[in-house]
């Protein structure tokens, strides 16, 4: 089977997403709802027929990685992970190196039950620390504090093989000094996969409307979030975890392979709340979207469809998206591949133009961006699209 | 049938601004029940969008109300709720040639402010009877005698009857209504039979009826379906609809002498109507015109541009019907070669430009650009030639140039004492020399020889800072005097920007200039490399700043759902840059043609 749209490059991966979490934080703009309780079982039942009923569409298939993001997905029960990953296995081959990721708040219930999702086929778990300063812990709203996150990873590190933690920097206050000596702690303790995200003031946020009232003091200007994320990747480039992505580090390796899916502009089905897919069959890629509030999609999936729509992307509209997501990459985008797709999208002049100035570079028939253009990567890929 | 013409009262309704006209016009229209409770709203007549956010009167409105008097007979009455701000000072003294009277109201916390003075020496030229009115006797800061003795001492006019009311609380509106009837005059008796004389005081454009014509009747008596003439322009229409506004469009059968309302008729140009002609019958009609009302003089220009070549055409089409709205607003086409097609209009003053630009991008929808504002200048060539500059772009080379002369104003400032200092500093700042310093009921009043161009930008605004809002100012245009003037360029990254070149004094030249770039640098957004940013005459550098090249610009967290989500993000940037113009490789915001001339201290 040959297809023209080379999406095997980047694999084929499933997520599953959960909705629920304890408490929202305040910059937080993901689909996650605070409720009293779930009965789980419901929807342990509803997420495993929406993957039946992917596999039907999309047969025969060899799955690389399973993600389980949110929300919170360490508020599942382990038995619901297990009835997941069962559908799964019941759905499509795994292949024999599959990584199964699971999102975990670093609490000390989340890490009571990581035995049982490892038993259930979690074979990653990737820990949302945020910070490793209690003010800034409590001024993220976060629940933990910096001894649990640490003795939450603690067990990660006992349970599992592969563990990965989030840092949310470019704080209220933060200066380049206490960042560089934060991010050293971090390294430390670091394993094998770091993801580093400056802080981003999503609207719909608690934080975006603070900001609006001029009471979110302290952030930084662009040209010190400019400093700190050089100072980022000088660090971890030397503690040995460069970037492969734009927030993403770790030893060559090591990657996430889930989120390489993404950014390879691979094939991945969507399950959950609000979860998007791409996926090809017979030479057309279509676009997924499941019912984004919790309410709406557990009736929808319970009577046999939980998407809200599913639509072909036009092949140009195919090209975008891939520049958008492989530009993040350090590895760059297959420009033949690119082309294949439009021709129109990322024309040689700009390509020149923009290499001129430094911010893009081709080696190999992959154009990437330099560090100077990652650091701009909105402003090139808005030149790069007609 | 027509009113009989001793039981018709005409009047305008005068004040400095935000002394509260409008709030007074809708007490009279309240108590009179002219509109249904549940209909009433605050300053009701102030209509259009903008005059509602901004909380102040542009145009004009005309309500008639039927008013059941003490002495047993039902009056009619046309009132004219009149803006406050000097910039409309035109649509004032043009409303009050189409009536007899007119209610200065004061604010009794505030007094006598320069506007009042301004209305009045409008209202005596005119020959109107005045009835003070005292406004805001509810606020505690009100003190009544002393501004009624302010009025007799800096007005001359006797405020021994004023009127005390407040027009947010509704005190004493009953004795304005009776005085609008004992003290103001009925129109002179005039026949209803003679031939039609009849006075355009406005016309408007309104999207259902087409052109919208308000008029006062003369002499003679208007109907439904006469075939009337304009009498200056030629045009002849039919007249479709007759009626008054109460403050909605109400159908009459005819208007006759003294009485005011409007017709509409097939009158497509909008170029067919001027105010101030005279309208009468086609047949048996009047042999000479009413004397035409002085037009109006615009004293600031600028280039408003499509953002968008391809709505050119629609400007075009939308400038016309807003002229029409407004006579006292001027244009012609222009083009320019970083711009395009555009016009070059005149204005009344800085807020007059705003408002226009607001109702264009608003009511028709059309994104602009506006380029620096300029007053005309005079150019005396070496070739004995007197030429008038409009656009600073034009300036010809100075070795062609004998001499400049720019338009100086007389500019009157009253000011409670303690703001003194500042205002002088102001005025001294911008090139002012003083004529003369009073005292006019505790309040300084200074008069200023000023040159028109340091005025229109943001003077008016400056001043109201300085002094918290407690200094009031009117102008008049005095005459042209020769200055070393220069016109000053702005280049950014090394291409020189049209819209942004400015005619300045030599001397305030370097101060403009870096206030410019650092504005400038301010307001336009950092692009992938550095920009410089310079002031120029005559090709010399005279300012500099430099725009650093954007260091970061992307997005922290990108994962499967987000390809959708930056797609769409990625759409509307490219929007938003529409909104911008390109100039070289630069792109620059619309709002930063205007923002960069205005000067923060
Ligand atoms: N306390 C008090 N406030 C008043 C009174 N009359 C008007 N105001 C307020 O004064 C402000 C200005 O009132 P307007 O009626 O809009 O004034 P205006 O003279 O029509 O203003 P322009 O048309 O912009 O010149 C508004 O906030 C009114 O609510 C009054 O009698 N007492
Ligand atoms: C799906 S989210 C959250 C997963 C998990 N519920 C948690 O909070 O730890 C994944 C990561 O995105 C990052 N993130 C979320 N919102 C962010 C924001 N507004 N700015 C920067 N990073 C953000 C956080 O580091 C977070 O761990
Ligand atoms: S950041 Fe994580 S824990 Fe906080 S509300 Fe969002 S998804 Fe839930
Ligand atoms: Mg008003």
């Not at chain 2, 259902?208 to 075939?227: F, H, S």
Request: charged content about 25%; some cysteine; hydrophobic content about 40%.
């Amino acid at each position: 089977m040959t297809q023209p749209e080379n999406w095997q490059t980047g694999g084929f991966g499933l997520y599953v997403h959960w909705p629920f979490c304890e408490a929202k934080c305040p910059y937080c703009d993901f689909n996650s709802h605070v409720v009293a309780s779930v009965d789980q079982r419901p929807w342990a039942e509803a997420l495993a027929a929406e993957i039946r009923r992917y596999a039907e569409a999309v047969p025969g298939r060899v799955l690389t990685s399973i993600f389980f993001g949110g929300g919170t997905p360490s508020l599942m029960a382990p038995e619901t992970v297990a009835t997941v990953i069962g559908a799964a296995r019941g759905s499509w081959t795994f292949a024999n190196d599959i990584e199964i990721t699971l999102e975990a708040n670093p609490r000390s219930v989340e890490a009571a039950r990581f035995e049982g999702y490892a038993r259930a086929g979690v074979n990653r778990v990737s820990l949302g620390v945020q910070s490793l300063r209690e003010d800034d812990l409590r001024k993220l709203g976060r629940l933990h504090d910096v001894k649990e996150a640490q003795a939450a990873f603690g067990i990660a590190r006992e349970v599992f093989d592969r563990v990965s933690f989030d840092l949310i920097y470019a704080r209220q206050g933060q200066n380049l000094r206490d960042w560089e000596e934060e991010l050293g702690e971090a390294l430390e303790m670091a394993v094998d996969h770091l993801s580093l995200y400056q802080l981003t003031v999503e609207p719909g946020t608690a934080f975006w409307d603070r900001a609006q009232k001029g009471r979110l003091k302290g952030l930084p200007t662009e040209d010190l979030g400019a400093d700190m994320y050089e100072l980022t990747q000088e660090l971890c480039a030397g503690a040995g975890m460069p970037a492969y992505e734009v927030s993403n580090h770790a030893p060559a390796g090591s990657e996430s392979r889930h989120n390489l899916v993404y950014w390879r502009y691979g094939d991945w089905i969507g399950v959950g709340p609000g979860a998007h897919g791409r996926f090809s069959v017979h030479n057309t890629r279509y676009e997924t979207i499941a019912h984004r509030m919790p309410g709406v999609w557990l009736p929808a999936a319970q009577a046999g469809n939980g998407d809200l729509s599913r639509d072909v992307v036009p092949m140009e509209d195919q090209a975008i998206e891939y520049l958008i997501m492989g530009l993040r990459l350090s590895e760059g985008v297959d420009l033949e591949r690119l082309h294949n797709m439009s021709r129109s999208v990322a024309p040689d002049a700009v390509i020149e133009e923009l290499t001129r100035m430094g911010l893009l570079r081709i080696s190999s028939h992959q154009l990437k961006a330099t560090l100077e253009g990652r650091m701009v990567l909105n402003s090139v890929i808005e030149k790069l699209v007609p | 049938m027509s009113t009989p013409q001793h039981l018709i009262r005409n009047f305008s309704i005068v004040a400095h601004i935000d002394h509260g006209k409008s709030t007074l016009a809708d007490r009279l229209i309240q108590l009179t029940g002219t509109v249904a409770e549940r209909d009433m709203k605050a300053q009701l007549l102030d209509a259009m969008d903008i005059e509602r956010e901004r909380g102040i009167t542009i145009k004009a409105n005309t309500v008639r109300i039927d008013y059941p008097a003490k002495d047993g007979n039902t009056y009619v009455l046309n009132l004219i709720d009149t803006p406050g701000h000097v910039d409309f000072a035109y649509e004032v003294s043009r409303s009050m040639r189409a009536v007899e009277g007119s209610l200065l109201v004061v604010d009794a916390s505030q007094g006598v402010e320069a506007q009042t003075l301004a209305n009045v020496y409008t209202a005596i030229e005119a020959d109107h009877e005045i009835v003070p009115v005292l406004n805001k006797v509810d606020l505690p800061a009100a003190e009544p005698e002393r501004v009624a003795e302010q009025i007799e001492d800096v007005i001359g006019i006797d405020a021994s009857n004023a009127c005390l009311i407040s027009a947010k609380t509704g005190i004493g509106i009953p004795d304005v209504l009776e005085a609008i009837v004992t003290r103001l005059p009925a129109p002179p008796e005039k026949d209803a039979n003679a031939p039609l004389k009849a006075m355009l005081i406005d016309s408007w454009y309104d999207p259902y009826l087409g052109v919208v014509v308000l008029i006062r009747v003369m002499e003679g008596t208007i109907r439904k379906g006469d075939n009337i003439r304009m009498m200056r322009t030629g045009g002849k229409y039919g007249v479709d609809k007759l009626g008054v506004f109460r403050p909605q469009m109400q159908d009459v059968a005819e208007l006759g002498p003294g009485e005011i309302g409007f017709f509409t008729g097939s009158i497509k140009q909008v170029r067919d109507t001027r105010v101030g002609d005279t309208i009468t019958t086609e047949k048996k009609g009047a042999e000479t015109p009413l004397p035409g009302f002085k037009p109006s003089i615009p004293v600031v220009f600028c280039g408003l541009f499509p953002v968008d070549a391809n709505d050119f055409e629609d400007m075009r089409d939308a400038i016309e019907k807003l002229a029409l709205n407004d006579a006292s607003f001027t244009y012609e086409m222009e083009t320019s070669a970083a711009l395009g097609f555009g016009f070059r209009c005149g204005f009344l003053g800085l807020l007059h430009l705003e408002v226009i630009r607001d109702r264009l991008e608003r009511e028709y929808d059309i994104d602009l650009i506006t380029t620096a504002p300029s007053v005309i200048y005079h150019l005396y060539m070496k070739d004995g030639e007197r030429r008038d500059l409009h656009n600073p772009a034009d300036m010809p080379d100075l070795t062609y140039v004998d001499h400049v002369e720019e338009p100086r104003i007389k500019a009157t400032i009253m000011v409670p004492d303690e703001y003194l200092g500042d205002v002088l500093k102001l005025c001294q700042d911008r090139r002012g020399i003083q004529l003369d310093l009073t005292y006019v009921g505790g309040r300084a009043m200074a008069v200023y020889d000023l040159p028109l161009n340091e005025v229109v930008f943001d003077f008016y605004d400056r001043l109201k800072s300085v002094t918290k809002g407690y200094a009031s100012f009117d102008y008049q245009l005095e005459g042209y005097r020769e200055d070393n003037l220069v016109k000053m360029q702005i280049l950014v990254n090394d291409e020189p920007v049209d819209a942004l070149s400015m005619m300045v004094h030599r001397d305030r030249a370097e101060m403009r200039g870096r206030a410019m770039c650092e504005k400038l640098k301010d307001l336009i957004p950092r692009h992938m490399f550095k920009i410089p940013i310079q002031a120029a005459i005559g090709g010399k550098v005279i300012a500099r700043e430099t725009l650093s090249a954007m260091r970061k610009d992307v997005t922290a967290k990108c994962y499967g759902g987000d390809a959708t989500r930056k797609k769409k993000l990625l759409e509307k940037q490219k929007a938003g840059k529409k909104k911008m113009r390109q100039f070289g490789k630069v792109e620059i915001p619309q709002e930063a043609f205007i923002s960069a001339l205005k000067m923060d201290n």
